[in-house]
Structures are given as C-alpha cells and as structure tokens.
C-alpha cells in the first residue's frame, strides 16, 4: 500500500537478546491508518519476541531500538501499559470460552469498559456490536 500518511505506529532498530543469543536485529517497520500487516517466519525467527516488545511484556530497557506512537516515542512497562495507550494483541493459542458471550469472548483479558474489576455489560456488548459492524 502505497501512501504519504504519517504512521501511527512505528518500530525502528529493534534488538533483543536472551543471554547470548540474539532474537532480533534491526527490524524496522511502519502502520499506516487502514492498513493491515501480518508478520511471518520459521519458528523461532523471533515473531512472538517482536509482539511481546510492541505490546510491553518485554518492557523498555530490555531491548533496543525505538517505537513511536503517533510520531512521539514510547516505552511500555507491562501489556497494562500499552493497552492505555491503545496497544494490544490477541494471541494466536486463544481459545472460545464456552461460558462466555461472543461479547465477552471478544474481550476477554481486556475489557477497559469498567471501573477497575467490575465490567458494564451494555457497554461492552454494544462494543462488540460496533466491532462486528465495522467488520461487516
């Protein structure tokens, strides 16, 4: 996708070893409003090491590089973190609680509708509702 927009997230010379062993170098990337990207590789090419830094589980100091959000640097300390900051992931071993609504499946681990534990239920499934709009 070709475009001039500025990205709202980008990631530049990230690098993270594990004692000896480097799991990234260098990898630099941009996400543009409206695109969407998929990240691949053999196992162990350092895919769920790159998440992990984007998202705060490798939190600022345990790795290399810069990664901006809507121009201005970040630094996540833990997935809490980047979340404020409008950040997040779903992991790919997820699995459908059966227990749970598509609403509440759809947020499961990350509601941010509530006031701390206590979630609002209209508010999250007329969240889902918008979700699943925008998807068609």
């Known amino acids: 996708m070709s475009t ?3 990205p709202l997230f980008s990631a530049t010379a990230i690098a993270k070893n594990f004692g ?3 799991a990234l170098r260098g990898v630099d990337f941009d996400v543009v409003s409206g695109e ?5 590789g053999q196992n162990g090419a350092g895919k769920s090491t ?6 705060g589980v490798h939190p600022a100091g345990s790795y290399t590089g810069t990664i901006q959000l ?4 970040v630094s996540f300390a833990s997935p809490a973190d980047a979340r404020s900051n409008g950040v997040g992931y779903v992991p790919q071993e997820i699995e459908v609680l059966e227990q749970l609504s598509v609403a ?13 534990v206590l979630v609002h239920q ?9 979700i699943f709009a925008d998807l068609g």
């Open 36 to 40: 969407i990207h998929a990240l691949l």
């Open 70 to 73: 809507d121009g201005q640097p």
């Open 122 to 130: 209209r508010k999250l499934e007329q969240r889902a509702a918008e």
């Open 50 to 55: 790159l998440v992990k830094i984007l998202n």
């Open 20 to 22: 000896g062993v480097q």
């Open 4 to 6: 001039n927009q500025a």
């Open 104 to 116: 509440e499946n759809v947020f499961a681990g990350r509601t941010g509708l509530g006031d701390g």
